[in-house]
């Protein structure tokens, strides 16, 4: 998770920055980008009504998100 | 007529989507598709109606039908059940302030608010504030710049040159005076009623880049447009099918753009359109995209150098901040001119620097008179270090109140001999 955002931006720390979208850390094209690549690589659907400020605080979160989604499939 | 009109047409669309959800909500899994097409079509319809009989003016029907859109797609999304009473429902789209000119409100946001507002005379006081700092922008300042734009912009082959920087930095100013003067309007009236609405600017003419100004102006809209058409696109089957085949032909690099590339194009087609249904607006709307895809590219390249970039010098970022400013006013041009021809003749003209020598001469031709200049200059000083200055506490409000009441009786444009001047974004 956290290789995938740093392919997105190498220049941050994604092992402890958090926040990463209400910090704009992550803005919506990262999002869109973010989200296709889990989709494909994880074989789920990221509804949109799942981007959240909480979901996407950090690679933590986006992988907790992402087990989520995989269980209920 | 028109108003009749309007209102037939905002009924049917309170209408539509208020029985679309209770029918969702129903739990009919099979509806939910045909219901979703049903209600985009219908809606969009709707919108191309006022377009086509040039009422969506009247009575902030383009704000209606967005707000209509997102009380279903939110219903249908699950993020909250459909709302039983019809009544509630069509307030919440038919709120007056708000069909001036917006915010777009979202309906579990202003439930609360809407249905049960909170009166208090710190709200009072605090909205009889807001107002009237609107009423000041729109009515000392916009509105008395208003004619100096229109003289300028009405003649683009002897206003050239230099001169279109000046329109440009005269529609800066209206445009800013009059959209958020509206909209303290709108929300200082609702806030002394208890309703408190969504912000919609944000210290726009501060930001860094053209990205950073779509979060700072009109909010409630760009957050429409990212919320229901940018994510849901984005992240959809459809372009992540066709991200997979151009992926296969193209590589990885190509493959991930397709779902930011298209779904940002679509966004800025609608966005354009739903300002205007005519070239000028649609073609805003492509510009807007095509430096974002650029920035969007550039920042890809700098961040691929793997070092965190420092943190910008004060005055680097007042440069980015008067280049955005530039830009975003270069970009209005469309808003001003009557023909796409006109406004990229007036841009081109610009970097010729025509009419700087007599530029001083030139400026008698135009309709303002020095005290009219005076009134103009002080209220938009103003008007900027309210930018700069945060006021702590209320102990001043009484005076600020009583200022800008007298402020706006005394300077505000209106009476006999001037035209009443709608709203810009009410168009």
Known sequence: MTRLLEELHPEVDFTRREHLLEEGILDSFDIVTLISELSDRFQIEIPAGKITPENFSSARSVFELCEKLMEEA | ?427
């Open chain 2, 1 to 427: 007529m028109e108003i009749a009109g309007t209102m037939m047409v905002l009924l049917v669309s309170a209408m539509t989507v208020y029985v679309a959800a209770r029918l969702h909500d129903g739990k009919h899994p099979r509806l939910g598709r045909p219901l979703f097409w049903l209600v985009t079509l219908m809606e969009t319809g709707l919108f191309l109606l006022m377009a086509g009989w040039h009422m969506l003016p009247a009575l902030g029907a383009s704000y209606v039908i967005l707000m209509a859109l997102s009380y279903f797609y939110d219903v249908a999304s699950g993020k909250y059940p459909a709302e039983e009473s019809f009544l509630k429902v069509l307030w919440f789209l038919c709120y007056p302030p708000q069909l001036l000119m917006g915010p777009i409100g979202r309906f579990d946001r202003m439930k609360q608010t809407l249905f049960s507002p909170k009166l208090t005379a710190e709200g009072l006081l605090s909205g009889a504030e807001r107002l009237l700092w609107g009423l000041f922008k729109k009515l000392v300042i916009a509105d008395r710049i208003a004619p100096v734009t229109a003289h300028l912009a009405g003649d683009p082959k002897t206003y050239d040159g230099v001169y279109v920087l000046l329109l440009m930095l005269c529609y800066a100013v209206q445009l800013y005076a009059d959209f958020t003067g509206g909209i303290d309007l709108v929300l200082g009236i609702s806030k002394c009623f208890g309703i408190v609405l969504d912000e919609n600017f944000k210290s726009p003419y501060f930001a860094t880049s053209l990205k950073d100004y779509w979060r700072r102006w009109h909010i409630t809209m760009a957050s429409w447009f990212r919320e229901y058409v940018f994510y849901p696109l984005g992240t959809g089957r459809m372009l992540r099918s066709l991200k997979k085949a151009v992926t296969a032909r193209f590589g990885v690099a190509a493959g991930r753009r397709v779902p930011v590339y298209l779904a940002s194009l679509l966004v800025w087609i609608l966005t354009g359109l739903w300002h205007g249904f005519n070239a000028n607006c649609l073609l805003w709307g492509l510009l807007n995209f095509l430096i974002l895809m650029i920035s969007y590219e550039w920042e890809n390249a700098v961040a691929r150098r793997k070092e965190k970039p420092a943190a910008d010098s004060k005055g680097i970022r007042v440069l980015r901040i008067l280049w955005t400013f530039f830009l975003v006013s270069a970009l209005r041009l469309f808003d001003v001119y009557d023909t796409v021809g006109e406004t990229f003749r007036a841009f081109a003209s610009l970097f010729t620097l025509r009419h700087l020598t007599e530029l001083s001469a030139g400026l008698k031709s135009i309709p303002l008179g020095i005290p009219d200049l005076s009134v103009l200059l002080a209220g938009t000083g103003v008007m900027i270090l309210t930018g700069f200055i945060k006021r702590k506490g209320t102990a001043l409000r009484p005076v600020i109140i009583m200022l800008l009441f007298f402020s706006v009786l005394i300077f505000g444009v209106y009476g006999p001999g001037y035209d009443p001047a709608g709203f810009i974004y009410q168009r």
